[in-house]
């Protein structure tokens, strides 16, 4: 079977050196880029299946790496590793084309499994990040409680759109689209954009 092959960006060396010590016995390791540019250069060379990257490094910002790799049309997967759990940051991150965000201080079995889910199409929130307001959704009841429209509202939101945007997106009015974030956030029992985002992403409700 195909081992996962995996790029590894953070400017602590001995961070870094922990993961690959951590990762190689199940992941091809294909290095580490100690900035944002190394990183932007080694994907577009390597082309990995699955980058962790953390957010706060040197030269370029991971966010800002993690853009230029998507402006370039590539599609390797995106986990960012970091110390900060804070829901506008998750929401940046998914908004700029990562598919993971994973607190530092997760067990060694969470990464590895995070890479996994990430490296088969899906997302991966951890766990560990603060939880939010209102009463956990079961995957049943989310289904039945979002409608196919909502879904498709909660999508484009995810991806930075404004509700004019999205409005004109999906040839709805403004008002309309604006109504359909109101009723899902007062499902999900949140309070602001970067909550309902967060909330969908743990919940499997966007992609």
């Given at each position: 079977m195909k081992r996962i092959r995996l790029l590894i960006a953070d400017d602590h060396v001995m961070f870094a050196?922990?993961?690959e010590s951590l990762l190689?016995?199940?992941?091809?390791?294909l290095g580490t880029a100690g900035n944002g540019e190394e990183l932007v250069e080694a994907t577009l060379q390597m082309n990995p299946d699955v980058i962790l990257v953390d957010i706060s490094m040197p030269v370029l910002n991971g966010f800002d790496a993690v853009r230029r790799i998507r402006e370039s049309g590539n599609e390797t997967k995106i986990i960012f590793l970091t110390m900060h759990d804070d829901a506008t940051l998750l929401s940046e991150a998914f908004r700029c084309g990562a598919s993971g965000y994973?607190?530092?201080q997760a067990a060694g079995e969470e990464l590895a499994n995070a890479i996994r889910e990430v490296a088969h199409g899906n997302n991966y929130v951890s766990p560990l990040i603060t939880a939010l307001p209102g009463e956990p959704l079961t995957a049943h009841s989310q289904k039945t409680t979002i409608t196919p429209r909502q879904r498709e509202v909660l999508e484009l939101i995810s991806r930075g759109l404004t509700m004019k945007e999205i409005a004109s997106q999906l040839n709805i009015s403004t008002r309309t689209a604006e109504s359909h974030k109101y009723e899902m956030m007062q499902?999900?029992?949140v309070e602001?954009?970067?909550?309902?985002i967060k909330y969908s992403l743990r919940l499997g409700l966007i992609s």
């Open positions: 050196q922990g993961l190689r016995d199940e992941f091809e390791l994973i607190l530092k499902t999900l029992g602001t954009t970067a909550e309902l």
